[in-house]
T-cell receptor, first 111, second 113 residues
Framework: AQTVTQSQPEMSVQEAETVTLSCTYDTSESDYYLFWYKQPPSRQMILVIRQEAYKQQNATENRFSVNFQKAAKSFSLKISDSQLGDAAMYFCAYNDDKIIFGKGTRLHILP | DTAVSQTPKYLVTQMGNDKSIKCEQNLGHDTMYWYKQDSKKFLKIMFSYNNKELIINETVPNRFSPKSPDKAHLNLHINSLELGDSAVYFC????????????FGQGTRLTVV
């Protein structure tokens, strides 16, 4: 069965600094997609970034980028120039026929 | 112009009651889901429907029964509510294919007292 592991329950970063959230997953599939979702206090689930497993190039969306290591089954999220609005729960997710989430990392931004 | 909407947003009810949560999506997606988010924020898939057909039924008590009258709607009915059912329930939808993300409703916070 596919599993997604986020080993950091909580992290803190100073405003304007860079932070990396870790995610590993387990699958026997070769073709799949990975996502990072953000859940602010409003509770809404917001897609941050996606990565296709067959693409070697790491996805980037403005200040958000991923480090995708397929062989290691690792999919970390880097947030550059952290802003107060980045404070939220971040969930790593895997999708082949159903979307499975990690347990989340709560990110605090220190002013 | 909400893409995935669920009602109600909050639900407080007594143990033993039966309640329903409604979900509708206007994205034309063919797959809909119910997720449960517990107090530790863990998101666990409960059910998945594709074109009104049940595809995934994770280990969920029989008291939970999803109903999909058409592919734009997936309602969740819960019988004989228990204290442990208190959680946030999210409806989501996506198009078939692993390349599409899920779009989520705003969640329903269910509190059983």
């Amino acid at each position: 069965a596919q599993t997604v592991t986020q080993s950091q329950p909580e992290m803190s970063v100073q405003e304007a600094e860079t932070v990396t959230l870790s995610c590993t997953y387990d699958t026997s599939e070769s073709d799949y997609y990975l996502f990072w979702y953000k859940q602010p206090p409003s509770r809404q689930m917001i897609l941050v970034i996606r990565q296709e497993a067959y693409k070697q190039q790491n996805a980037t969306e403005n200040r958000f980028s991923v480090n995708f290591q397929k062989a290691a089954k690792s999919f970390s999220l880097k947030i550059s120039d952290s802003q107060l609005g980045d404070a939220a729960m971040y969930f790593c997710a895997y999708n082949d026929d159903k979307i499975i989430f990690g347990k989340g990392t709560r990110l605090h931004i220190l002013p | 112009d909400t893409a995935v909407s669920q009602t109600p947003k909050y639900l407080v009810t007594q143990m033993g009651n039966d309640k329903s949560i409604k979900c509708e999506q206007n994205l034309g997606h063919d797959t809909m889901y119910w997720y449960k988010q517990d107090s530790k924020k863990f998101l666990k898939i409960m059910f998945s429907y594709n074109n009104k057909e049940l595809i995934i039924n994770e280990t969920v008590p029989n008291r939970f029964s999803p109903k999909s009258p058409d592919k734009a709607h997936l309602n969740l009915h819960i019988n004989s509510l228990e204290l442990g059912d208190s959680a946030v329930y999210f409806c989501a939808s996506s198009q078939v294919g692993a390349d599409t993300e899920a779009f989520f409703g705003q969640g329903t916070r269910l509190t059983v007292v």
